[in-house]
């Protein structure tokens, strides 16, 4: 062996640097809680629609569009959606009109909700069009 290789080799020192600061952590933490808050206030609201969202389109999959009318399927969904508690949407807000002999149900809807403070999030949910099976003439 050489004698170069046996040399004890001496740790780098760093001037100042020990760990963690409190700033890089408290900055972390800070988007770790805002990220979690923003969760809390989205995951129900979400929920809530992919739940309405199926109830309408079992409703409309439902209905016979000769022998029921538009105020029977929005009877049917208030009763519905009563039921499952969705609060996000009220039957008003609900639309229902006739279309080449089929019905169209619009219940398409916004939920604000509060952020923090002074700042409120808007979810816009616009896909919530369903048409029952239309009927030809027989």
Same mark, same amino acid.
């Given at each position: 062996m050489y004698r170069h290789q046996f040399v004890a080799r001496q740790p780098l020192e760093h001037a100042g640097v020990h760990g963690f600061s409190v700033w890089p952590v408290s900055l972390n933490l800070l988007l770790v809680g805002a990220l979690l808050v923003m969760a809390l206030r989205v995951v129900? %609201?979400? =929920?809530?629609? *992919? /739940? #309405? &969202?199926? *109830? +309408? /389109?079992?409703a409309a999959d439902g209905c016979d569009s000769r022998s029921e009318s538009i105020a029977d399927l929005k009877v049917r969904l208030a009763k519905v959606l009563n039921t499952n508690q969705i609060y996000d949407t009220s039957i008003d807000d609900i639309e229902g009109y006739r279309e080449r %002999?089929? +019905?169209v149900i619009d219940a398409n809807y916004e939920k604000r909700f509060p952020v923090f403070w002074i *700042?409120? #999030?808007? =979810? &816009?949910?616009?896909?919530l069009i369903v048409e029952t099976a239309s009927t030809g003439r027989t």
């Open positions: 129900p %609201s979400y =929920m809530a629609y *992919l /739940t #309405g &969202k199926d *109830l +309408i /389109t079992r %002999s089929a +019905i *700042l409120d #999030g808007v =979810m &816009k949910f616009e896909d």
